[in-house]
């Protein structure tokens, strides 16, 4: 999962841009860059690591213009560690795009054979960002007209893009000399939300991946971009958007709102916060109906994303609701960190329990999630080293049991801990007394009650059904087989960092 920003002002966007990035770092935090547009010329800085640290006042300085993009790094595909796969990715013709892109493209070998054999082009890095942004530079030089381009061409390229690529993704791209287009997929898969603000007497606007960026920017929503839909903006601030495919099902992510989004933000319509406390109610139910004697004493969540599931299962069940795990928050979020060794160690770093929350109690933990089981295993342990008694653990989330390949770093079964075993099994391998999983069903009925148009779900990792249609056990098999050899392996060592050190480029 990465976070996304575009923008398009009337006064300098550096600034914006990089106040963005900040609220969206939960999003990713392997690397970070922003690109912006100051006349016919792109300037461009992005490095590995947290926002705070890739940025510093000379790089700020450097990204001068009134229209941008940016992007925070979650490694899904490619290399987690190459310098070389930092987005916005730049190609030179035509007339220069810069592309960032949140998700994950499920044809990516096929395009990139593609881009070699048909449309010759070169991809130098493994990163699948880099061969939509290849694609959708190839089907915008397919429609120059006398050495210009139209709003209908711009449309038409990435009704193109939709027909080729496929899998999820949310763009922000720029077109040097032209202006900023946002699209989606045909299923509106990833998140991507529009903001305006009026500043000089014209109306700005935003593109985030969550509309908190907005908020923490001055911007108002006016809408999601739509499943399929292209919205152009150019660079003089006129406004033109089209569903260039329609008729596909729109089907947003269920895990953005069991974990990844921020409480505070609201993705197609959905308030992400109430839709977790309704899905606390709805495991209150599971709970209730599993425990009729209801023998717990305290209720605690997982610190931070289960906390509104946590207080309502509490509320409804009319426990104690305890904060009972206190979090240093200068140790990052455990899931997207490379790596499960890096993973496991920081557990008692990130966590510390309050031991009179445990000692002789009968304690519910909740949590958004079981993905890997090794966090939740160690928090059980050390509620039992605090001295409870017994110890449930209880997911806002269905079992996870089948890989995720749109965009979130779970992708083989033999490392989700729900494969092949029953909640008697699970609750066995982390110690707990026992467990407790959201019925998918509720889950799903928790964000349609918060927004009723919603009524279809990417739930892929819970059901195994792709929404996208491609993806089959071969397929499957390919994406285990690959990350057994190591991500990047097949060739990754001659990746080439081309343009990391380049404050700006002059194209035309």
Request: proline fraction near 4%.
């Amino acid at each position: 999962m990465c976070g996304i920003l575009g923008v398009v002002a009337a006064s300098p966007v550096n600034q914006l841009l990089y106040d963005g990035l900040q609220v969206l770092q939960h999003r990713g935090q392997d690397a970070a860059g922003i690109a912006t547009a100051h006349g016919k010329t792109f300037h461009m800085h992005k490095g590995s690591g947290m926002v705070r640290d890739v940025f510093r006042t000379r790089n700020m300085r450097s990204l001068q213009g009134n229209a941008g993009i940016a992007h925070v790094r979650y490694p899904t595909a490619g290399s987690a560690s190459n310098l070389a796969e930092a987005q916005p990715f730049y190609v030179n013709s035509p007339f220069g795009v810069v592309l960032a892109h949140n998700g994950n493209l499920t044809n990516t070998e096929a395009l990139k054979a593609e881009m070699i054999r048909h449309d010759l082009r070169h991809i130098n890095t493994n990163s699948d960002s880099e061969v939509l942004l290849n694609v959708f530079a190839h089907e915008l030089s397919q429609r120059v007209v006398d050495f210009e381009l139209s709003v209908d061409a711009i449309f038409d390229a990435v009704a193109a893009v939709h027909r080729r690529v496929k899998g999820a993704y949310a763009v922000v791209a720029m077109i040097a000399g032209y202006g900023l287009v946002a699209f989606r997929d045909p299923n509106g898969i990833r998140p991507l939300v529009i903001g305006t603000a009026e500043h000089h007497g014209r109306t700005e606007y935003m593109f985030a991946s969550e509309s908190v960026a907005l908020d923490c920017s001055g911007f108002s929503i006016l809408r999601d971009v739509a499943p399929g839909e292209c919205v152009y903006v150019d660079f003089a601030g006129d406004f033109n958007a089209r569903v260039v495919t329609p008729g596909h099902v729109h089907a947003p992510c269920l895990f953005e709102y069991v974990y990844f989004a921020r409480p505070d933000s609201v993705i197609d319509g959905a308030s992400v916060y109430q839709a977790r406390l309704v899905m606390g109610d709805m495991l209150a139910d599971k709970v209730r109906r599993a425990l009729p004697e209801l023998d717990i004493d305290v209720v605690v969540p997982i610190p931070d994303t289960s906390r509104p599931s946590a207080l309502q299962l509490a509320t409804s069940l009319g426990l104690p609701y305890r904060e009972g795990f206190i979090k240093n928050r200068y140790i990052g979020r455990t899931f997207i960190m490379p790596g499960q060794a890096v993973r496991k160690k920081s557990v008692r770093q990130k966590l510390n329990p309050v031991a009179c929350e445990f000692k002789g109690r009968n304690v519910l933990l909740v949590d958004d999630s079981i993905v890997r089981g090794t966090t939740s295993k160690e928090i059980v342990q050390m509620a039992r080293d605090a001295g409870a008694n017994k110890v449930y653990f209880a997911s806002a989330a269905p079992a996870v049991r089948f890989p995720n390949v749109y965009g979130i770093d779970m992708p083989t079964r033999a490392e989700l801990l729900a494969t092949g075993r029953d909640e008697r099994e699970i609750a066995a391998e982390i110690g707990a007394d026992a467990v407790f999983y959201q019925d998918l069903a509720a889950l799903e009925e928790a964000v349609h009650t918060v927004n009723a148009q919603l009524t279809r779900f990417e739930n892929s990792c819970f059901s195994g059904e792709y929404v996208t249609g491609d993806i089959d056990d071969a397929y499957l098999d390919r994406v285990e087989a690959a990350r057994k050899a190591g991500k990047g392996a097949d060739g990754s060592e001659q990746m080439l960092d081309l343009n990391l050190n380049v404050a700006e480029q002059n194209l035309m």
